[in-house]
């Protein structure tokens, strides 16, 4: 659980995504308070051809996603979070370590797929 937000946080006013994810999922109907807004964690193989990105497609790019991570999630922002699984401190990477981490993600694209 990240606390994913409706929008890239450079777009304010910063709200928590409400889709309940997994606790309201057709195939798996769990009750516990701990999978509300839980969701899939996908592959990040070929990651820089399936953008939008996260279940709700709100971020366009990959710096988005991680200004987002950089920020500790909702709960970094400062939205209220129950159950976020990702510490909410800021990770203050540089541009350069976030332009480092986007070309190891675009690495990770399957060479035919370019």
């Known amino acids: 659980m990240l606390g994913v937000t409706k929008a890239p946080i450079s777009k304010l006013p910063l709200e928590l995504d409400s ?26 193989r070929n990651i820089a051809l399936t953008k939008p ?9 990959l710096e988005e996603v991680l200004d987002f991570y950089n920020e500790g999630g909702g709960e970094g922002l400062g939205l ?21 981490i986007i070309a190891f993600l675009n690495a990770l694209t399957d060479v035919s797929k370019r």
């Open 19 to 44: 889709d309940l994810g997994r606790v309201k999922s057709p195939v798996k109907k769990e009750n516990s308070w701990i999978y509300e807004n839980s969701f899939k964690t996908m592959t990040v």
């Open 53 to 61: 990105y996260f279940h709700n497609g709100a971020f366009n790019t």
């Open 80 to 100: 209220k979070i129950n159950n976020q699984t990702l510490p909410a401190d800021k990770l203050n990477l540089t541009e350069t370590e976030m332009k480092q």
